[in-house]
């Protein structure tokens, strides 16, 4: 059998601190997802639904709107387009 002895010495740390520790505050981005949910009234916080069957024709057309506004983006990268 492995038997182990505890020889070594480690060195010590001290980790005590004069002030405990803060995290700094987050700051926002300025961005329009975090604009819509800063402006976002709290009386909208609980309107999410689950249907067991979702509408496919509406998510189709937002995904579609979704899709084409980042087309428009002059920044957007289509990877899937080979002749880009």
């Known amino acids: 059998m492995l038997k182990l002895k505890h020889t ?7 980790f005590s601190f004069p002030h405990p520790l803060e995290l700094a505050p987050v700051s926002a981005d ?4 975090t ?5 976002d ?3 909208h916080d609980n309107n999410w639904t689950l249907d067991e069957r979702p509408d496919t024709n509406e998510l189709e ?10 087309r428009q ?4 990268v289509d990877f899937g387009n080979e002749n880009a």
């Not at 300025?30 to 997802?33: A, F, G, N, S």
């Not at 604009?35 to 402006?39: A, G, K, P, V």
């Not at 983006?73 to 957007?76: A, G, H, N, S, V």
């Open 35 to 39: 604009r819509d949910i800063e402006l």
């Open 30 to 33: 300025d961005d329009d997802l």
């Open 61 to 70: 057309s937002f995904w579609t709107q979704v899709e084409s506004d980042l």
């Open 41 to 43: 009234p709290v009386t």
């Open 8 to 14: 070594h010495q480690l060195p010590h740390f001290d």
């Open 73 to 76: 983006d002059p920044e957007w």
